[in-house]
């Protein structure tokens, strides 16, 4: 099982920036996939998942309007689109795949490596 996360970088507030989770080596259309984050000296936090289907779709209230998943089963891959980004959204972004359609890291079995967004102000 591979999730590779891309597309992280710097960019100012109110800007945007597009993640990409590329997958292998499991059905990934039968799996919840998930974007959690963590910023320094914080706890790894959920951000966002979508159902195996792309059907229903999730966010933690503090990127709710501002960042959209979602997933391309054709090409195994998930994406995060991030807009109206603020310096507090700075932090290392991860996917998951998930048995679990949750919130709660248990509810996610593999991860990536993770990529890192910097908003500036």
């Known amino acids: 099982v591979q999730l590779v996360e891309s597309g992280g970088g710097l960019v100012q507030a109110g800007g945007s920036l597009r993640l990409s989770c590329a997958t292998s080596g499991f059905a990934f259309d039968d799996y919840v996939i998930g974007w959690f984050r963590q910023a320094p000296g914080k706890e790894r936090e959920f951000v966002a998942a979508?159902?195996?289907?792309?059907?229903?779709?999730k966010y933690t209230d503090s990127v709710k309007g501002r960042f959209t998943i979602s997933r391309d089963n054709a090409k195994n891959t998930v994406y995060l689109q991030m807009n109206s980004l603020k310096p507090e959204d700075t932090a290392v972004y991860y996917c998951a795949q998930g048995h679990l359609y949750s919130d709660y890291e248990r509810g996610y079995d593999n991860w990536g490596q993770g990529t890192q967004v910097t908003v500036s102000s």
């Open positions: 979508i159902t195996r289907g792309g059907g229903s779709t």
